[in-house]
């Protein structure tokens, strides 16, 4: 697999202006932008990391450059929904989708795991996807909780937060100008563990219509609180009340926002 992504991507940086994948050094790994003439043996797969982000903060900055970018499944959904929110230019960018492990999708418990290459403008995919339908087992655990439980539950699991802003600062979904957990008027600040339950209630809210799965909160989060339980109980209730699944179509328009699908990017020329 890596062989031939990094064999694709040397190819690819004939005609494109850079391809964001992670790097390997000396000096350890990170996101970087390879161009032409860089040596693509320092490509890696892992760790993961939402370089969605990355392409974003490119995409704002200069308005000319045709970018790639390497990917997953869920980095695909989450590009689908930067770019209705006018976060990423689906036409400057080239997808290079690699196919998810099997451990892979059973560690995220990825229900699915298929890039669709065909909804984006300009991607192909390396490898062949595994099916799955997997869930996450503590969704089911909590489902059969009583409400005094589940109450209980999330006292126990939020008293552990230190607020540290990590489930914030990973998520592809989170870029906001102004971040509401940063306003002293809803999160107090010098305060550990934050008051329950506003600081992860609040971010909840703002993932509704968003959140892709990705996991990265949960995989991040260093009090090891099962964040994705959360989103996933408000990614079902989207779901089912509003018939919208988050990543799953570019041209579907988000339900809870009032960004309109494909808005314009502004940045400097070069």
């Not at 995919?125 to 059969?144: H, K, W």
């Not at 009090?223 to 579907?252: F, K, Q």
């Amino acid at each position: 697999m890596i062989d031939a992504v990094r064999a694709r991507v040397q190819e690819l940086l004939q005609e494109l202006d850079g391809v964001i994948a992670m790097q390997r050094t000396s000096a350890g790994t990170a996101p970087a932008l390879f161009k032409q003439g860089d040596d693509v043996t320092t490509l890696v797969l892992s760790p993961r990391y939402p370089l969605s982000t990355t392409v974003s903060l490119l995409h704002k900055r200069y308005a000319k450059p045709i970018l790639g970018v390497v990917a997953r499944a869920c980095d695909m959904r989450a590009l689908v929904e930067m770019a209705k929110r006018a976060q990423v230019d689906p036409e400057r960018l080239h997808i290079i989708a690699v196919a998810c492990s099997k451990d892979d999708v059973q560690t995220c418990y990825c229900s699915d795991a298929m890039p669709r290459i065909e909804d984006w403008p300009h991607a192909e995919l390396i490898g062949t996807p595994v099916e799955s339908t997997a869930t996450n087992p503590l969704v089911a655990q909590y489902d059969e909780m009583s409400l005094a439980d589940r109450r209980a539950f999330w006292q126990h699991q939020f008293l552990k937060c230190i607020k540290c802003y990590g489930c914030r600062n990973i998520c592809p979904e989170c870029f906001c100008e102004v971040c509401a957990l940063e306003d002293p008027l809803w999160v107090e600040p010098g305060i550990l563990a934050p008051p329950f339950p506003m600081y992860h209630l609040i971010r909840a809210m703002h993932m509704s219509g968003r959140c892709v799965a990705c996991r990265q909160c949960d995989q991040t989060c260093p009090a090891d609180i099962p964040l994705t339980i959360l989103h996933d109980l408000i990614r079902r209730d989207v779901g089912d009340l509003l018939e919208y699944v988050p990543g799953m179509d570019l041209n579907a328009s988000p339900p809870l926002s009032l960004t309109l699908a494909h808005g314009r990017l502004t940045g400097e020329p070069e």
